[in-house]
């Protein structure tokens, strides 16, 4: 089973034998292109392309032959949106996620659609950099380009067009866009009439586990596997993510530390939260829903500190051949929980969970000439795990039950973050230990399930899916985070009208 994750900054494709077994890996940065202050852009052709290319590499890294693949399953990053023209070619760039130019639209589908009705529907809160919003931004800005759309398509759907020459959509994946009726399971057509949209620009809706389509002649001649292979719709990266850390039923809770960050769990009814701070999210089976709460600058923190702080572990890890990231960890270590009193606001890209403002910032507070370079490495770990925290204690206000915790991304690959995020949650933590790659590892289960590998979503992670050794909280920093975790959730609300003032 071959599955192909297109996330924010990479493609990577992984080759999963029906044991689980990870034959191959491989991945392919691209770049994000920022042509004014706000906009994030990509083209979906470099995407194709280095999709190729890494379908191309993990064949012939595993030795794997294209006729030994049973189906393909996929997996993207959410919320962007893409625009082809009646050729299939893009009308434009595509919007991703993290782009935040429609500030002014978010409000103008305030001023259209109650905010409460529109959450009733759409399970989730009006944020920047969704496919919805980013649409109305084209419609307003762009005349031509919408005129020239024949069809509105998210990232990962894209890849599956060019694979198969079939349009459509997932529902985990059409549940992040603002358009889709998160209960229903299909686009909401009050919403698109409400914003005068057409409603023939958006694709058919599949649940993930369906067959798609097949690889037709052209994409097998520029990616090397077989014409007529099996391709299921797949899902967004955090639903695919989910799958591959075995999130398929009520209890365990996965905390995802990437670029961004995200908390999500699995629950068996569409509940909402009537305060709008998190994302009710269609899961891969029709009885199924994610709660999800998402940060913006998780990883992306630690990462913007090593670009401009860690010169020094950037060196060290190209010349003996150390992770860069693991240096800055065993330095956070030599700092006692709780960094001396010095608290950072992860909020270097605006926030999404709680506060939904595209105008917050980061910042440390506590700062003196006692605290060190470790301290204040371990005091960004400690808030990113704080402002992920702010969903786990929504998800305990909505009575979501939780029992464990399932660590992913590359957070999970730090011991010390591990360790402090067992102490924030006051809950023990773990890994998933027979795959790094969960986005396309949980695409590949799909396509397994898609082609009849296994009968059903839940005996497929049952199947693969191993948790490696739990950490558990230490008795002494669990009162000790909940001391600095009140602090932290005191300084929002304090600073948010200074954030308007520096934006």
Same mark, same amino acid.
């Given at each position: 089973?071959?599955?192909?994750? @297109? ?7 992984? @080759? ?7 034959? $191959? ?33 993990? !064949?012939?890294?595993?030795? /794997? ?9 996929? &997996? ?6 893409? @625009? ?17 130019? &429609? ?15 529109? #959450? ?24 031509? &380009? ?10 990962? *759907? ?11 959509? *997932?529902?985990?994946? $059409?549940?992040?866009? /603002? ?40 994409? +097998?001649?520029?990616? $090397? ?96 051949? !150390? ?15 709780? +960094?001396?009193? @010095? ?13 939904? *403002? ?32 702010? +969903? !786990?204690?929504?998800?305990? =206000? !909505?009575? /979501? ?32 230990? %027979? %795959?790094? =790659?969960? +986005? ?36 002494? %920093? ?7 975790? &009140?602090?932290?959730?005191?300084? #929002? ?11």
């Amino acid at each position: 089973m071959l599955g192909i994750d @297109l996330g924010t900054s990479s493609v990577r494709a992984v @080759l999963v034998t029906p044991e689980g077994a990870i034959l $191959g890996v491989a991945g392919k940065e691209y770049p994000i292109s920022s042509p004014w202050p706000d906009w994030d852009e990509q083209d979906p052709v470099v995407w194709w392309q280095a999709t190729c290319e890494v379908v191309r590499r993990v !064949l012939d890294k595993a030795a /794997v032959r294209p006729e030994d693949i049973r189906a393909v399953g996929l &997996s993207g990053q959410m919320h962007g949106l893409v @625009l082809l023209d009646r050729t299939g070619s893009p009308v434009r760039p595509a919007i991703i996620w993290p782009d935040k130019r &429609s500030y002014k639209e978010c409000q103008q589908i305030g001023e259209r659609i109650d905010p409460d009705r529109l #959450y009733e529907i759409t399970g989730i809160p009006v944020a920047t950099g969704f496919f919805g919003v980013s649409l109305l931004w084209v419609r307003e800005h762009e005349p031509d &380009s919408y005129a020239r759309t024949h069809v509105a398509l998210l990232p990962k *759907d894209y890849i599956r067009y060019r694979l198969t020459g079939e349009l459509a959509t *997932d529902a985990t994946d $059409g549940s992040g866009t /603002v358009l889709f009726d998160v209960t229903r399971r299909t686009w909401s057509r009050e919403i698109i009439q409400r914003l005068g949209f057409l409603d023939d620009i958006f694709p058919p809706v599949l649940e993930s586990s369906e067959v798609a389509g097949r690889i037709c002649q052209k994409a +097998s001649e520029e990616t $090397g596997l077989l014409a007529g292979t099996l391709v299921a719709a797949g899902g967004g990266d955090q639903a695919m993510g989910a799958v591959g850390c075995g999130i398929v039923k009520e209890g365990v809770l996965a905390s995802t530390i990437g670029t961004g960050g995200q908390l999500i769990t699995a629950v068996e009814d569409a509940v909402l939260d009537r305060r709008h701070r998190i994302h009710t999210l269609c899961h891969v089976t029709k009885d199924q829903w994610l709660l999800m709460g998402a940060m913006l600058a998780a990883g992306l923190s630690l990462r913007w500190f090593k670009e401009n702080f860690g010169q020094t572990e950037d060196a060290a890890g190209s010349l003996c051949e !150390l992770d860069p990231y693991e240096l800055l960890s065993m330095e956070a270590e030599k700092a006692e929980p709780g +960094s001396r009193g @010095l608290i950072f606001l992860p909020y270097l890209c605006g926030e999404r969970t709680p506060h939904m *403002d595209p105008k917050a910032k980061g910042c440390f507070v506590g700062l003196s000439l006692s605290h060190t370079r470790a301290h204040v490495i371990r005091a960004i770990m400690e808030g990113v795990a704080f402002g992920l925290k702010d +969903s !786990l204690t929504i998800f305990r =206000e !909505l009575g /979501v039950p939780l029992e464990t915790v399932i660590c992913s991304g590359g957070g999970a690959r730090s011991r010390v973050w591990r360790q402090i995020q067992a102490d924030v949650y006051g809950m023990p933590v773990t890994t998933i230990t %027979n %795959n790094g =790659e969960h +986005s396309a590892y949980g695409a590949a289960l799909i396509g397994g399930v898609a082609a009849g590998t296994y009968r059903h979503v839940l005996e497929a992670c049952e199947t693969v899916v191993r948790q490696g050794e739990a950490v558990y909280p230490l008795e002494d %920093n669990v009162p000790r985070y909940e001391h600095y975790y &009140s602090v932290f959730r005191s300084l #929002y609300p304090i600073l948010k009208d200074t954030f308007k003032e520096l934006a």
